[in-house]
């Protein structure tokens, strides 16, 4: 008794999930663009202050496990298994390393009286404030993101080892990938406005 | 490969691991790309380039390992109008606080 499975349904299904999440982060950015254009120059104080090392090496992780998130699912359908379950552990690591960089990062900056409703940023200008009240909400709910999608990629490591994802059967996989990489693209524009702009 | 290929038209391409790889190269060239660009001074130049070079990243992730280049039209069409959606959004807005 073999039930066709519909593949291009599933992905349509998660894509139209994914698709409230890309206006869900375009309304933040939307909204880091206009204050942006109201307050150019404290926007660019507020990105020297953030530590381009550490925003530049969580780019390179959130990068790497996108490709081995990608890769397992072509092991899964070459049938290595093995192969798979070690690219998925490493990019759930890859998303605990990236977690606890910005742990380190809030920290720091949380050290130096910067977070909301802080002293520094109360008596402060008003542009500094809303670039650092952007920065908590928009690398906050991020992280909630990363968290979520290591979630979804530890349960689809269990599937895969215990064969419920397999050659045949791969869309819990597929669709944490593609929750995975809306993550990593959301990051690509993260990175350069609020590290990168000067 | 030792399993033999069942034809299934509903499927997408199963990404080579030497495809995968380049890609990822890509992508971290076009990072040390971005992070290099961002220590030289262009003024307001620094913006538009720095969102471009997101938005080539973006759309290698998105073509390869979301594998949207193989996808069918509903998943394709469906993604674009969301884009549109997007720049609608995004320049109404700007047409406000730009001309007020």
Known sequence: MEKDIDRTGIRLGMWLFLYSEIILFGGLFLLYAVYFHEYPKNFAEGGKALDRIIGSVNTVILLLSSFTVAASITAIRRRSKKLAIFLITFSILCGCLFLVNKYVEWGTKIHHDIFPNSATLQNGPPGTNIFFGLYYVITGLHGLHVIVGMTLLAVSLVFVINGRVNEDRFSMLENSGLYWHLVDMIWIFVFPLFYLVL | ?100
């Open chain 2, 1 to 100: 490969m030792k399993q033999e290929e069942r034809p299934e038209p509903d499927d997408p391409h199963v990404m080579g691991y030497g495809k995968l790889f380049a890609i990822i190269a890509a992508l971290l060239v076009l990072t040390c790309i971005t992070v290099a660009v961002s220590y030289v001074n262009l003024g307001f130049y620094n913006v538009p380039i720095a969102l471009l070079i997101a938005t080539a990243k973006s759309s290698l992730v998105l073509l390869f390992f979301m594998h949207m280049k193989y996808e069918g039209t509903a998943i394709k069409v469906s993604f674009l109008s969301t884009i549109a959606f997007l720049c609608i959004m995004i320049s109404f807005t700007f047409w406000d606080v730009a001309f007020r």
